[in-house]
């Protein structure tokens, strides 16, 4: 079965630190890999969106990046946090015409 | 441009009766829909879908409806239970058009009282 493995959990950063939040799934192979963010009381914005290795498609304007170095690892990055960046966030996969699942989360808090 | 959107931030519902989840989107390209349970500080879980092909889908004590003419689906809970209570999310893609990225609305916060 599908696994998504994401970590750490919490993590607590200086404004202007950087940043890598790392996801790597299991038992599937060329999956579609999401990066989401959920700010507190706001729903869950696509941030990137990877169909395949070095495919990255950046859904918004923002302080982040994304790569995908292999089929089953997908990689959130900063050079620079901004306070604004504080939230929740979430790595998930897709098999195409099924649903997405998602990892349990890392609670981003830049102070 | 909110191409999904839950107009309803919460609702409240006594337990036994039915909870009815709202959702609306613009993109007349979304083929796949998605309901989703949150709890705080876990990742959603998937609750049940719909493709565009039919307008109802049923699971146990959920059940899915889709109007596509109105560009609106709906969830149904009955009978509603305390561990309902919880953040729901609607979701919607167009697998053969743009891969198949979801695209969330905002989340409804459901709490069912006993």
């Known amino acids: 079965s599908q696994t998504i493995h994401q970590w750490p959990a919490t993590l607590v950063q200086p404004v202007g630190s950087p940043l890598s939040l790392e996801c790597t799934v299991e038992g599937t192979s060329n999956p579609n890999l999401y990066w989401y963010r959920q700010a507190a009381g706001r729903g869950l914005q696509l941030l990137f969106y990877?169909?395949?290795?070095?495919?990255i498609s950046s859904e918004v304007p923002q302080n982040l990046s994304a790569s995908r170095p292999q089929d089953r690892q997908f990689i959130l990055s900063s050079k620079k946090l901004l306070l604004s960046d504080s939230g929740f966030y979430l790595c998930?996969?897709?098999?195409?015409?099924?649903?997405?699942?998602f990892g349990q989360g890392t609670r981003l808090t830049v102070v | 441009d909110q191409q999904v959107k839950q107009n309803s931030p919460s609702l409240s519902v006594q337990e036994g009766r039915i909870s009815i989840l709202n959702c609306d989107y613009t993109n007349s390209m979304f083929d796949y829909f998605l309901w989703y349970k949150k709890y705080p500080a876990e990742g959603p879980t998937f609750l049940i879908s719909?493709?565009?092909?039919?307008d109802k889908n049923e699971d146990g004590r959920f059940t899915v409806f889709l109007n596509k003419s109105a560009k609106h689906l709906s969830l149904h809970i009955v009978p509603s239970q305390p561990g309902d209570s919880a953040v729901y999310f609607c979701?919607?893609?167009?697998?053969?058009?743009?891969?198949?990225?979801?695209?969330f609305g905002q989340g409804t916060e459901l709490s069912v009282k006993p």
């Open positions: 998930a996969l897709s098999t195409g015409m099924t649903e997405a699942f």
């Open positions: 719909i493709s565009s092909i039919k």
């Open positions: 979701a919607a893609s167009a697998v053969y058009n743009q891969g198949g990225k979801l695209i």
């Open positions: 990877s169909v395949g290795i070095g495919q």
